[in-house]
């Protein structure tokens, strides 16, 4: 089955810098790629998703980027905000496997002041 | 407005109970899930269904069970075969069960042992 790594486990930048986080995937047929935002007692909030046909998605702030070769997909965070702090998971549905997502395990991301 | 409710939030399990767990949206949403999460992992998959009376066992489906007789609701049982069920459980929906369909979740159930 699918298997995706996150990376980092912690990451804390200054309010206006930019915060990356990175996953690889293992299958190569996966297709598809969300990226959601869990506040303290929340459920996860989807924030950005991208699919296997395009390299890059913008929205607003936020960037996700797609490598199909190295297997691997990136979220960009630019002019961090305060509001920004919470832990963020990546995710990847393998091919033919109905909406089976398979979730990294989070990158807690911390914005000060 | 529309989304999926999970209640209770928070719920407490004697050894030997069950206890089930609700999630209720009006997205008109044909697929729904449920996820279980601990402290630094990621979500895994206990069971989904794709529509009405049909489900499939996920990745960690041992220990629970579910029903799906009406559209809007997808209650999880944890079963007292469940041995470690101490954890955050998240209900899930999408529009339909294919793939590249957005899940969108609850805002979940804490699950302790008394």
């Known amino acids: 089955g699918e298997n995706v790594e996150q990376h980092p486990s912690t990451l804390s930048v200054q309010e206006g810098d930019s915060a990356v986080i990175k996953c690889t995937y293992s299958?190569?047929?996966?297709?598809?790629f969300p990226w959601y935002k869990q506040e303290l007692g929340k459920g996860p909030q989807l924030i950005i998703d991208?699919?296997?046909?395009?390299g890059e998605k913008k929205d607003q702030r936020i960037a996700v980027t797609l490598n199909k070769t190295a297997k691997h997909f990136s979220l960009h965070i630019t002019e961090t905000q305060p509001e920004d702090s919470a832990v963020y998971f990546c995710?990847?549905?393998?091919?033919?496997?109905?909406?089976?997502?398979?979730f990294g395990t989070g990158t807690r991301l911390q914005v000060t002041l | 407005d529309g989304g999926i409710t999970q209640s209770p939030k928070y719920l407490f399990r004697k050894e030997g109970q069950n206890v089930t767990l609700s999630c209720e949206q009006n997205?008109?949403?044909?697929?729904m899930y449920w996820y279980r999460q601990d402290p630094g992992q990621g979500l895994r998959l206990i069971y989904y269904?794709?529509?009405?009376?049909?489900?499939q066992k996920g990745d960690i489906a041992e220990g629970y069970s579910v029903s799906r007789e009406k559209k809007e609701s997808f209650p999880l049982t944890v079963t007292s075969a469940q041995k470690n069920p101490t954890a955050f459980y998240l209900c899930?929906?999408?529009?339909?069960?294919?793939?590249?369909?957005?899940?969108?979740f609850g805002d979940g159930t804490r699950l302790s042992i008394l």
């Open positions: 899930a929906s999408s529009i339909t069960g294919a793939t590249n369909q957005p899940q969108h």
């Open positions: 299958d190569s047929a996966s297709n598809y």
């Open positions: 991208i699919r296997s046909n395009v």
């Open positions: 995710a990847g549905l393998q091919a033919g496997t109905a909406s089976k997502l398979t």
């Open positions: 997205l008109n949403h044909d697929a």
């Open positions: 269904s794709q529509i009405v009376n049909d489900f």
